[in-house]
């Protein structure tokens, strides 16, 4: 797979929605009362919300939003599946 095409599918101005989603879905995982089940869709909602602010209101908008919420999520469980690969577990 060709990382590069991952990468164009995202606005370059959004990467800082990206990373501003990486630290809601961290302190959302940290806090108690928010099931682990519901923070996807918290930062996905967040992220459609903050890209309609970036870019204006429009379904494109709403697309990039999508978008920098999965990659957000899917970048942490990258990172917490290699983790759990390299302790050993599963």
């Known amino acids: 797979m060709e990382w590069s095409f991952i990468f164009e599918l995202i606005a370059p101005e959004l990467v800082a929605v990206v990373a501003a989603c990486w630290l809601i879905g961290t302190m959302l995982k940290q806090t108690p009362r928010i099931p682990d089940w519901s923070i996807?869709?918290?930062?996905?909602?967040?992220?459609?919300?903050l890209t309609g602010f970036v870019l204006g209101w429009s379904a494109e908008s709403v697309i990039?939003?999508?978008?920098?919420?999965?990659f957000a999520v899917l970048g942490h469980q990258f990172i917490k599946q290699a983790a759990r690969a390299k302790e050993g577990e599963n």
């Open 40 to 49: 996807v869709y918290i930062v996905t909602g967040f992220a459609v919300v």
């Open 64 to 70: 990039q939003g999508i978008l920098c919420g999965a």
